[in-house]
């Protein structure tokens, strides 16, 4: 399943790299991730302080979490960042690029006052659609 990116020439984006919107084909599963958090397998805390390890984290579980449901990066139409301080929305953009190419899927970035746990800098939340086989 390839979702369209969509890009209108009518509507100013603030980076080069900004999804408007993705199309998406009917006939396929909807699966909703829940906030991700840079946690290892047994749960600890990976990086610490530092914001692209932990963003890295992330996004590497969420590949795994893909992975078990069939699914893969090309398949997440939708994401949603939380992170700590404004300044490193600029390094979530530029990792999320790494992983999903120069026009990866619509999203947005909030700055939060903090995360349930305070050693975590960033939480992301996905949406991706799995085509059926025959559909």
Do not use: W
């Not at 397998?41 to 795994?64: L, S």
């Not at 619509?106 to 949406?127: K, M, N, S």
């Amino acid at each position: 399943m390839k979702a369209k990116r969509i890009r209108s020439t009518e509507y100013g984006h603030p980076v080069e790299t900004f999804t408007q919107a993705c199309e998406v084909p009917a006939g396929g599963s909807v699966i909703f991730f829940s906030g991700i958090t840079a946690r290892d397998a047994n749960a600890k805390v990976v990086g610490a302080g530092d914001i692209e390890r932990q963003c890295r984290q992330v996004f590497d579980n969420i590949k795994k979490i893909l992975g078990a449901a069939g699914a893969t990066v090309d398949d997440v139409v939708k994401t949603n960042a939380y992170v700590t301080r404004s300044e490193y929305m600029e390094v979530y953009r530029r990792i999320k690029e790494e992983y999903f190419g120069k026009l990866g899927p619509p999203g947005t970035v909030v700055q939060v006052v903090a995360l349930y746990d305070p050693l975590q800098l960033i939480e992301i939340e996905a949406i991706a659609v799995v085509q059926k086989p025959n559909g």
